[in-house]
């Protein structure tokens, strides 16, 4: 099993910076790719973003430019650094863990299956 644990959501003002962490512990040789999804009240689960094992990464539209994913495997940690932020960015975020990997940049979700997610932080942008 692996155990995801986010930390760094808050209130922030619209045009300000977050950074998210998402620690990692548990069978830590089974996870290759990471990522951050987020929900709004009301609405679905989507992805944000998406890091390979040697750090290939992946940007929904509306994040791209403005967020930034990053991974320490020495540390098993990931972290979303979030600048100019938007009120349609509030929401929960949550860590997710692959056993898949994927290589090489994508323009589109990378297909990959998450099994392992964390219990979310709450991130909210106020106008």
């Known amino acids: 099993q692996v155990q995801l644990v986010e930390s760094g959501g808050g209130l922030v003002q619209a045009g300000g910076s977050l950074r998210l962490s998402c620690a990692a512990s548990?069978?830590?040789?089974?996870?290759?790719?990471m990522g951050w999804y987020r929900q709004a009240s009301g609405k679905e689960r989507e992805l944000v973003a998406t890091?390979?094992?040697?750090?290939?990464?992946y940007y929904e539209d509306s994040v791209r430019g403005r967020f930034t994913i990053s991974r320490d495997n020495a540390k098993n940690t990931v972290a979303l650094q979030m600048s100019s932020l938007k009120t349609e960015d509030t929401g929960m975020y949550y860590c997710?863990?692959?056993?898949?990997?994927?290589?090489?940049?994508?323009?589109?979700?990378?297909?990959?299956?998450?099994?392992?997610w964390g219990q979310g932080t709450q991130v909210t942008v106020s106008s």
């Open positions: 890091i390979s094992s040697r750090g290939s990464t």
């Open positions: 997710a863990a692959s056993t898949a990997d994927y290589s090489g940049t994508y323009n589109y979700p990378p297909p990959l299956p998450f099994h392992y």
């Open positions: 548990g069978m830590m040789f089974s996870i290759s790719a």
